[in-house]
């Protein structure tokens, strides 16, 4: 490659001072001429200039000039094409440095060159595509043919071999006569054809010109036509179609996450612009780290989050901004790269409408940058019945996870956990998420365990910054769904309410967040709502149940709502009231050495199973019956089955997830462990062990602080 020499300007020579013409002293004009001596040419001039003087020019100064040492004298500089060292001279009229000159240039011209490309004597890789009577035809590139003579032929080749020729002749119908070349050592140069370079931004000002654009690969589709490639650049997507045959993988070598070089025709579809590819390449080595690391800085700009002023006012909310505003940018950044999103809850009333305030938030996102259908391809919900991420939540999100990039070419996705993700409990589900490189981050109010943190990209969690879990994953997910996109803040702004509510969250905010929307939703609206959603939950088992909760979450159409809460809540009702008329009678109380009433209830055999309420619901009913009864009192409900235990608690200094642990090391083959928020969770143990774990369990409670 050639450049002018910055140094000398391009003259190859360098000033070094003047001085005063001997000729002329200095004037400028010549003091007599002898037109006899001078030539015609120097008449010309002399008739059109006037009588300056030769020797200076007529400037009167004579300049000392040296020879530009950067440049040697030639005015421009040259780097090996092959190398890209910087080299004083050409070499056999090629720009290589000494050491490539002692191998042969053999040129492999990409896809996208053209016969403008083609030079007479130099030499090109090439495929045999078939032998005929008169010679033996080859392929260049996927778009330019020639011709090896039979005269030129000693051994017909097979189809498919590479050979190595030079370009003989070429004929007015831009034909290519060639010649085989039997060489063993060369150097091969690829060899792209120059052509502007734009952006998506740019590309519908250039519909039916060729164009080169560089990006990154974020999806690989197969349709029965051709192979689309959806390509993320500085400023947005390209769709780009390359086609081999109908239904054949093109390029099968380039997938997700690969940087690439694409020249092609632009071409509208519809309303859509889309690229015709001619040639595509993967980029390595510094133009890889140049081109990524330019898209990377221009999707961080683009990621950062909406500053926003939170719905309640709140001390504990403003501590957690920093680690809110990363959640929300690494949302927002997978649905710019088209990194499909998982969202993962907890399958009750705080769990859903915290994953329902962030569905709302990315989903007008998620179509503006892949379609209208781009939430089939990059978006999922799903319950989790634990309030962890199980090992059968993470084995289907991988399985799942692993046929889409088969199927569609997607990266590997970001999981967003909320309302789960901060325990012990989560950790055998993150190290499997690790081994297939999904991100994760959480936004949760349980009690977090740090061990965790090596394994998130970001965390949301009020017991970072003191709080507690009163403030709920709901609360903290509308938030942060305002910080993703704003424009959704009056469709969620009822949510934070619902999720205290069914929480029973007794904080500020709690009570802020229920005033905020008590103009459109009384209290018993909201309970209603809560209640319904956990009805919902236990039937949709496995599934996200998305039209049936925006429903119930007053979303779409109200009088649907309003009909769809009253008939769940009724036959809601009617069934916790069933249950509890059968398990009450079988509450046993004590009282506690603190103080506390400690009711226990065994709901394996003295409850309705595999029904509504289930035995933490259950659990939960029971414990407010019982407050009511024991009113102004501590209190703690504790209902087990065979193999665990849900504990509620009212008026109790409890550390739930300590008293697990310590349960775990105290009882030698006891296999406890569980989790939860500091005075509401479940453990689970050994069958065999029940006994001893109980004992220990409520020795522990008689021994902490009551109210």
């Not at 720009?95 to 042969?104: F, L, P, R």
């Not at 996102?365 to 634990?386: C, H, M, W």
């Not at 029940?690 to 902490?704: D, F, M, N, P, S």
Request: aromatic content about 6%; proline content about 4%; hydrophobic content about 35%.
């Amino acid at each position: 490659m050639s450049e002018r020499c910055q140094e000398c300007e391009g003259k190859g020579y360098i000033v070094t001072s003047s001085k005063k013409c001997p000729e002329c002293k200095g004037s400028g004009k010549s003091k007599s001429i002898d037109f006899m001596k001078l030539s015609e040419k120097d008449v010309t001039n002399f008739l059109s200039s006037g009588p300056g003087c030769p020797k200076c020019g007529g400037t009167g100064e004579i300049e000392e000039k040296d020879a530009c040492s950067k440049c040697k004298g030639k005015g421009v500089m040259y780097s090996c094409i092959t190398c890209g060292t910087a080299i004083d001279k050409l070499v056999d009229g090629e720009e290589v440095c000494e050491g490539c000159s002692k191998k042969q240039i053999v040129y492999n011209l990409d896809d996208s060159c053209t016969i403008d490309e083609i030079e007479m004597g130099k030499l090109y890789h090439c495929v045999v595509n078939s032998n005929v009577a008169f010679g033996t035809f080859v392929d260049i590139n996927s778009k330019m043919r020639g011709l090896i003579h039979s005269s030129n032929i000693k051994e017909i080749p097979r189809i498919g071999d590479s050979l190595v020729v030079s370009v003989k002749e070429i004929r007015n119908n831009n034909k290519l006569d060639l010649i085989p070349r039997n060489i063993s050592t060369y150097q091969t140069v690829d060899l792209e054809k120059e052509l502007p370079e734009f952006n998506s931004s740019k590309l519908s000002e250039n519909v039916g010109k060729t164009v080169r654009v560089h990006g990154e690969v974020i999806q690989v589709k197969q349709t029965a036509g051709p192979t689309i490639f959806t390509i993320d650049d500085e400023t947005g997507q390209i769709s780009a179609a390359a086609f081999e045959s109908a239904g054949e993988r093109a390029y099968p070598h380039i997938d997700a996450d690969m940087i690439v070089s694409v020249t092609g025709e632009v071409q509208l579809r519809g309303e859509n612009v889309q690229l015709e590819v001619r040639s595509m390449r993967r980029l390595t080595g510094d133009k890889e780290k140049i081109i990524r690391t330019r898209i990377e800085d221009a999707i961080d700009r683009r990621a950062e989050p909406h500053y926003i002023e939170f719905l309640v006012k709140s001390d504990v909310l403003e501590k957690l901004r920093p680690a809110m505003k990363e959640v929300a940018k690494e949302i927002r950044k997978a649905v710019i790269k088209s990194k499909p999103i998982l969202l993962r809850h907890h399958a009750d009333a705080d769990g859903m409408t915290a994953a329902v305030a962030i569905e709302k938030a990315i989903l007008p996102l998620i179509k503006e940058v892949n379609g209208t259908d781009g939430e089939y391809y990059f978006y999922k919900r799903a319950p989790s019945k634990a309030p962890f991420y199980e090992l059968t939540d993470v084995t289907r999100d991988v399985s799942f996870a692993l046929e889409d990039t088969v199927r569609h070419g997607q990266k590997m996705p970001l999981v967003v956990s909320v309302d789960n993700g901060s325990t012990l409990e989560d950790l055998p589900s993150f190290r499997i998420a690790q081994v297939y490189d999904i991100e994760m981050v959480v936004v949760d109010h349980h009690h977090p365990d740090k061990e965790v943190d090596q394994f998130l990209k970001a965390h949301v969690n009020p017991a970072h910054v003191g709080g507690d879990y009163s403030i709920t994953a709901g609360m903290l997910c509308t938030e942060v769904a305002r910080m993703i996109n704003p424009d959704i803040e009056k469709e969620i702004l009822h949510l934070p309410a619902v999720a205290g509510v069914g929480d029973r969250a007794d904080s500020e905010e709690a009570r802020d967040y229920i005033k905020l929307v008590s103009d459109r939703y009384s209290l018993q609206d909201l309970k209603d709502m809560a209640l319904a959603l956990d009805y919902a939950a236990y039937w949709l088992k496995f599934s996200s149940g998305r039209g049936i909760v925006d429903d119930i979450l007053d979303l779409k159409d109200h009088n649907t709502h309003r009909k769809l809460v009253s008939l769940f809540c009724e036959q809601a009702n009617g069934m916790i009231n069933e249950q509890l008329e059968a398990c009450m009678a079988h509450v046993k109380a004590q009282k506690l050495p603190n103080g506390a009433i400690l009711n226990v209830l065994d709901v394996e055999n003295h409850a309705h199973k595999f029904t509504f309420p289930p035995p933490g619901k259950t659990s939960g009913e029971v414990h407010d019956r019982l407050c009511k009864k024991y009113e102004g009192q501590p209190v703690v409900t504790l209902g087990y089955g065979p193999d665990f235990a849900v504990i509620r608690s009212k008026y109790v200094k409890m550390n739930i997830p300590k008293m697990v642990r310590e349960l775990h090391d105290e009882i030698e083959g006891g296999g406890v462990n569980g989790g939860g928020h500091l005075v509401v969770g479940s453990i689970k143990f050994v069958e065999g062990m029940r006994t001893q774990v109980l004992a220990k369990l409520a020795e522990k409670i008689g021994a902490v602080e009551v109210e």
